[in-house]
């Protein structure tokens, strides 16, 4: 009687070891052509200095499609911006804003980073931004707001300025 059992796990482990050799056998050509594509992928999405995938942080400037400039009816004016665009991919993110202004030039910076490492999709995320330009002082006149090179204008009808002390009282 313990010879049939014996058999009978025999024929058991034998059916396993040639499930397991079925398997590895199907998976593992699949394995390494996802490998190479995954290799060709980040070698062609990549960034051009190859440095996506090589653990560097990577900074930019985000890509500007739209701005949208929200004038406030009130005194002494205010004007809002609103700056949207699309990122490269999933793993890009908007890294900070920052602004100067030059003469009658609004230059604002929306900066980008990825940190390189991770494989990203490929779909575009949208962005956007919203902030209040420093106006108050400003003389009436025509101003730029330039952001990453999209270029957008508004004018201010009147000085944007509160005067305390009129000239002769």
């Known amino acids: 009687m313990n010879n049939g059992i014996n058999k009978i796990w025999g024929w058991i482990i034998l059916a396993i070891a040639i499930v397991a050799i079925v398997v590895l056998a199907v998976m593992v050509p699949r394995s390494e052509k996802f490998a190479e594509r995954k290799a060709n992928r980040l070698a062609l999405d990549g960034a051009i200095d190859g440095s996506i995938g090589s653990g560097d942080i990577v900074s930019g400037l985000a890509q500007v499609n739209d701005v949208q400039i929200v004038i406030a009816e009130s005194f002494p004016v205010q004007i809002f911006v609103t700056a949207s665009g ?15 202004r030059d003469g009658n030039t609004f230059y604002i910076t929306v900066a980008t980073i990825n940190n390189g490492q991770d494989v990203c999709i490929e779909i575009a995320p949208r962005w956007e931004e919203r902030f209040a330009l420093d106006v108050f002082g400003l003389s009436a006149g025509e101003y730029v707001v330039d952001i990453n090179g999209f270029k957008s204008s508004f004018t201010l009808d009147i000085d944007n300025k509160i005067n305390y002390f009129p000239e002769g009282k």
């Open 86 to 100: 699309y990122l490269p991919d999933g793993c890009t993110k908007i890294d900070g804003v920052s602004d100067r």
